[in-house]
């Protein structure tokens, strides 16, 4: 669903919760996964980037990046306080069958690093990898230099295993807002998905 500045004629109302963790302390690390690895990416980061935006948000109206050019995705990835990393499959090579799910972080001002994206493919869900995802991004985030809060947002229309991870994991809600959005003819893909 595409993002609208307020209420108007369509639009629904999506509630976004931003969640935090203030001390690496407060981190619930799921088990590891077997034959599961985490990499970070550090070659045509834009392709990978773009990629997983598709491939992972299709089914959760992830529609706002779709326009983005090339030179708009190098924009976004190809700075130093930018990190993305990829889930695999039982090898550290990465492909595009093997790319099970990925994270992105991204280095703000005063310490605090964001969870911009992170999910898993359609399909790869339900198995603790999502657990082990976040777990991950959240130790990389943290061992990142002077980090003092790591914050995510989410929303309805994501998964509803995703706040429930965040919380699982030590994230608490600091902030509820709402957002409008309309519907969008590329959000044909929302029916795929089995949790
Ligand atoms: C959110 C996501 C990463 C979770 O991954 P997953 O592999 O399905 O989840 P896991 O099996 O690892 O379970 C992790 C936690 O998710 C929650 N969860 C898993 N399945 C769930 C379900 N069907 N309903 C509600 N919560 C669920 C549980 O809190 C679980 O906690 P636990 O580790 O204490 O048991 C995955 O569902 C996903 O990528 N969704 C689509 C993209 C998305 O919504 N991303 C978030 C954008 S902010």
Redesign the pocket.
Known sequence: MRAVDGPCEGARAVVVEHLQMLDPEHLNP?PGVPDASFVRIEQDKADWSRWFYES?GAP?HWVDRLAWTHDHWREWTDRPEHHLFALTDRTRELNDAQAL?YAELEQQADGDVEITY???RPGC??????????TRALEVAWALPDTRRVW?H?CDL?????S??YR?RGMREFARTVEWRVPDPRDDATDTVT?
Do not use: Q
């Open positions: 799921s992972v959760w799910g992170l999910g898993l869900f339900g198995h603790g990898r999502g657990g082990w995802l976040l995510v989410t994501d998964s509803p295993a995703a429930a991870n699982s949790l």
